[in-house]
């Protein structure tokens, strides 16, 4: 096992989750990280054998270093623009670090300052660290912008019908839905008994106002809609890549635009997709789930919620 400062300065040894009073550790480099579609219990380190360390034994942090951030709402097309700034010999691309979601779910004032300054570890020095979210981590916002006062990140966004149609599509993302809004039952507050439909527009709502919150504090972020970013990737992606800091040009980056990953899923790499074929799939689903999405939109606007959506755009 290396040494305790050795451990906790290179990103080599990467900071998976927390256990009990312990923090577990995996072995990683630069191709385990890029080949690590999701960093939970999906990541593909290098070694099977983790790394055990008790929590008492790790000290004060160092100062955080800066970090780009992707947040999002979930089913927007984040993994696809966090795997598309993951670059050769580019940034360090986090994408939705176990131990960070934890803190979501359970905040841990000590914990999430370990979190934090781990995240900011890199390879190239000059190049900040990206982490992409996930939702529960939206649930602490106020927490790590306490943290980060200044940070560079982007909000990704739909409007909540475009949200609905993604995920009340199938039995398996409804159950999503009715799962995330348990889990983060704290931070949603007493709802009461919902469908499905309804559900997810309380979960939007409340997404949206924390990402509005944070875009007061970080005048640095901006907020993309996930429809122009599929609509039109290359422009969004030269956008995000000088917000971020990500070494690309605009050649670089029509050859991703026009490789696999924009022709298959993003979470499934194996499974061919792409935008037509999104944009068909939603078309039938308008028709199908047309109730549905009028009953949640009423439910929106009883709330005084009305056509809610972020400013301070990316592009």
Not at 72 to 89: C, E, Y
Not at 111 to 118: F, G, S, Y
Not at 239 to 265: K, T
Request: with cysteine; glycine share 6%; net charge neutral.
């Amino acid at each position: 096992m290396p040494l305790l400062p050795d451990l906790l300065r290179s990103p080599d040894h990467y900071l998976h989750s927390f256990d009990g009073p312990d923090a577990v550790f995996v072995r990683m480099d630069r191709g385990a990280y890029r080949r690590s579609i999701f960093l939970d219990q999906r990541i593909q380190p290098l070694s099977p054998e983790p790394l055990i360390v008790p929590l008492r034994d790790i000290g004060a942090m160092p100062e955080i270093d800066r970090v780009g951030w992707i947040f999002h709402l979930a089913h927007s097309g984040s993994t696809l623009l966090a795997r598309a700034l993951d670059v050769p010999d580019g940034n360090l691309v986090l994408r939705e670090p176990l131990a960070l979601r934890q803190m979501g779910v359970a905040y841990e004032p000590a914990r999430l300052d370990i979190v934090l300054a781990l995240l900011g570890r890199r390879y190239a020095t000059d190049l900040p660290t990206i982490v992409k979210a996930n939702v529960p981590v939206n649930a602490i916002l106020p927490q790590i912008a306490a943290r980060s006062p200044s940070v560079t990140a982007i909000f990704l966004w739909c409007p909540l019908n475009d949200w609905l149609l993604a995920v009340l599509r199938s039995p398996g993302h409804r159950q999503w839905v009715r799962g995330i809004t348990q889990q983060l039952s704290g931070w949603l507050g007493d709802l009461p008994a919902l469908d499905d439909p309804c559900l997810a527009a309380a979960l939007w709502l409340k997404q949206m106002r924390a990402f509005e919150a944070a875009m007061t504090i970080w005048p640095e972020a901006r907020s993309l809609n996930a429809e122009c970013f599929f609509a039109d990737p290359a422009p969004v992606m030269m956008a995000a890549a000088a917000l971020l800091d990500v070494p690309v040009d605009a050649d670089r980056v029509a050859r991703i635009v026009d490789g696999e990953l924009f022709a298959s899923d993003a979470k499934r790499p194996a499974m061919k997709f792409n935008n037509e074929m999104r944009l068909a799939r939603r078309a039938l689903l308008e028709a199908e789930l047309k109730p549905e999405l009028a009953r949640a939109q009423r439910w929106l606007e009883e709330k005084g919620a009305g056509d809610l959506a972020l400013g301070r755009s990316l592009i």
